[in-house]
């Protein structure tokens, strides 16, 4: 441990949570906290429970024990659309879109109003100049709204998949692995475009196996190992080598 100072009232905090999976324990009792405007990582080896976290802070799956907190408040997430209501959105590592579709589609996927006639097309025109400032939002320059996502490359994908949560004005975003299936120099822009929501006041937590990408992008992390927090640390004065490190040393 690092001694880094409680803040009173973090944005999103876990506390003691327990999440079983038959004989396995995914979650032992971790607590961590998210705060306000920062970026954290969540490092750790295969297995250790990464993702189970990250599936219960968006309510996706509820806890076995524990609570969540949300501005101080405890929170029982019921769904995913229950946290998103609450601001709370993730992206996982396959970005959930549809290849034959294009970038306007999968923004507004399942999220496209139902007024039929007229008004459809005049509800297309919107979501269209809504699509497009989702996208300078981002940061991002894309080529037509109108190709196909499975023609983009992969930092372009991921920066498509960003735009649709940042539609539904999350305060909070996690990322589980969302750049495993992109190139390194693909890579900066997704690096940017998380920065450009933090700076608009969008509170990450993200899963990277990258550490450099960790470096970058982070400034705080934990390192989880048995589905606890073994370490909690600032990235500064980190190198990727330390960081390995680390999470090595938390297996003896
Ligand atoms: N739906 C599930 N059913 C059964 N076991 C699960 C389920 N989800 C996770 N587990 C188990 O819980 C443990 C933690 O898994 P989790 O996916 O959270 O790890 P992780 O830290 O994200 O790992 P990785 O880095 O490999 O993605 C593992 O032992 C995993 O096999
Ligand atoms: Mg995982």
Known sequence: MT???????????????VKQFGPVVALNGLSMELRSGEVLGLLGDNGAGKSTLLKILTGFMQPDSGTVRLD??????????HARSLGIDIIYQDLALVDQLSIVQNIFLNRESTTNGPLKVLRRRAMRREAESLIERVGVRLPSLDQPVGSLSGGQ???VAIARVVQTNA????LDEPLAAVGVREARIVIDVVRNLRAAGVSVIVILHNYGHVIDLCERFYIVRGGEIAEEGRIAGHTSESLIAAVLATRL
């Open 3 to 17: 001694g880094l100072l409680p803040d009173p009232t973090p944005l999103l905090r876990a506390e003691g949570i």
């Open 72 to 81: 101080g408040e405890v929170v029982r997430f019921r769904d995913v659309q």
């Open 157 to 159: 994908r991921a920066a």
């Open 171 to 174: 305060r909070v975003l996690l």
